[in-house]
């Protein structure tokens, strides 16, 4: 089994930065990508940004300029630096992990954490 743990939610004040951090552990052989989506009350859970096992990542537009997202292979970790947050990004947000667990998986498996929670205050 895989596990996938966030950490670093919190109440933070428009214009303040917060930092998520996501592990994953288990049995793993390899993850492909990692990222963070997030979701609202009432509302679909959305991409917020990803990151490849080369490095390569991508964001939601509204988030490009204010979040960093990157990753310590070694550790099976991924961070989200989070900048001039504003009010709109109140949600909680949720980590996955793309993981094959053996050498003749072919495709990967993708594995949610529970999700934390990130209110910014106006």
Avoid at 14 to 29: N, W
Avoid at 62 to 81: P, W
Avoid at 82 to 102: F, G, I
Wanted: charged share 15%; net charge positive; proline share 2%.
């Amino acid at each position: 089994q895989v596990q996938v743990v966030e950490s670093g939610g919190g109440l933070v004040q428009a214009g303040g930065s917060l930092r998520l951090s996501c592990a994953a552990s288990g049995s793993i052989f390899s993850i492909n990508a990692m990222g963070w989506y997030r979701q609202v009350p009432g509302k679909e859970r959305g991409v917020v940004a990803q990151i490849t096992s080369g490095g390569s990542t991508n964001y939601a537009d509204s988030m490009k300029g204010r979040f960093t997202i990157s990753r310590d292979n070694a550790k099976n970790t991924v961070f989200l630096q989070m900048n001039s947050l504003k009010p709109e990004d109140t949600a909680v947000y949720y980590c996955h992990a793309d993981v094959r667990m053996s050498s003749t998986q072919t495709t990967s498996f993708r594995y949610w954490g529970q999700g934390t929670q990130v209110t910014v205050s106006s």
